[in-house]
């Protein structure tokens, strides 16, 4: 039988605004690397470090519930003028978290 994942935790928010500012910026600059550089980006990096920082401050820490919390919430963004779509982006901010966090997340370890 196969061994369950075990959840990740973030740490606690100490700065709401510097933890989603750098979000932003990060998932922007993700956006922009991976295909072109597109105005949709900045409004997409900027309604997913909402959301995750919504979610951090009503206590969420548990990166797989941030992930779904973000793929629900970006369901009602109209990704019609960008190459992405919610779970692209949920699963960017959960690779760039983990990244922060010196989780290596290559290969399925």
Not at 27 to 53: G, H, T, Y
Not at 64 to 76: D, H, N, R, S, W
Not at 81 to 102: M, P, Q, T
């Amino acid at each position: 039988m196969a061994e369950s994942i075990p959840p990740i935790t973030l740490p606690p928010m100490r700065n709401s605004q510097q933890e989603g500012k750098w979000l932003q910026e990060a998932l922007r600059d993700w956006l922009d690397q991976e295909f072109i550089p597109e105005p949709a980006n900045a409004e997409i990096a900027q309604q997913a470090s909402q959301i995750f920082v919504r979610q951090r401050l009503e206590g969420e820490n548990d990166l797989g519930a941030l992930v779904l919390a973000i793929v629900t919430e970006m369901q009602g963004f109209n990704f019609q003028d960008s190459f992405y779509g919610e779970f692209a982006i949920a699963n960017a901010v959960s690779e760039l978290l983990l990244d922060s966090l010196g989780i290596d997340h290559c290969c399925g370890q």
